[in-house]
């Protein structure tokens, strides 16, 4: 194995303030650099781990994603309601037995899920 370990998910946007301001409210994380290009939003207490690199591009955005980000939450419904606020908007929802996931989009239409965490079962 080669040791690959994922830093940063990117994100293509046309509104690098808005989506910074969008992305950083939904996985409370702040900005830790950036300049009229890019943004690099990190949580705060675990500098470390995944990142997330907003990156301002001229084109919009075409068509399906390809990739998408679930974010794990104890509340699909109450997640939708921040999401929301942030100005994102509900797309779905959709159950696979035990579990659950609304479909949402950013401001600039790119998909997530938020995805019902189930409770552990200790064996």
Known sequence: MTGFR?????????????????????????????????????????????????????????????????????????AMVEVERLGGQRVGEHARGEITWVVANDPEGNEFCLVEVLPRRDA
Request: proline fraction near 4%; charged fraction near 25%; glycine fraction near 10%.
């Open 6 to 78: 994922i830093g940063n998910i990117t994100i293509d946007c046309n509104d690098l303030e808005g989506m910074t301001a969008f992305w950083g409210g939904v996985a409370g994380f702040s900005r830790i650099a950036g300049d009229e290009t890019f943004a690099l939003l990190a949580d705060d207490e675990h500098p470390g781990r995944l990142k997330l690199f907003m990156q301002k591009v001229p084109e919009p955005r075409v068509g399906k994603n390809r990739l998408h980000l679930d974010l794990y939450v104890e509340d699909s419904e109450a």
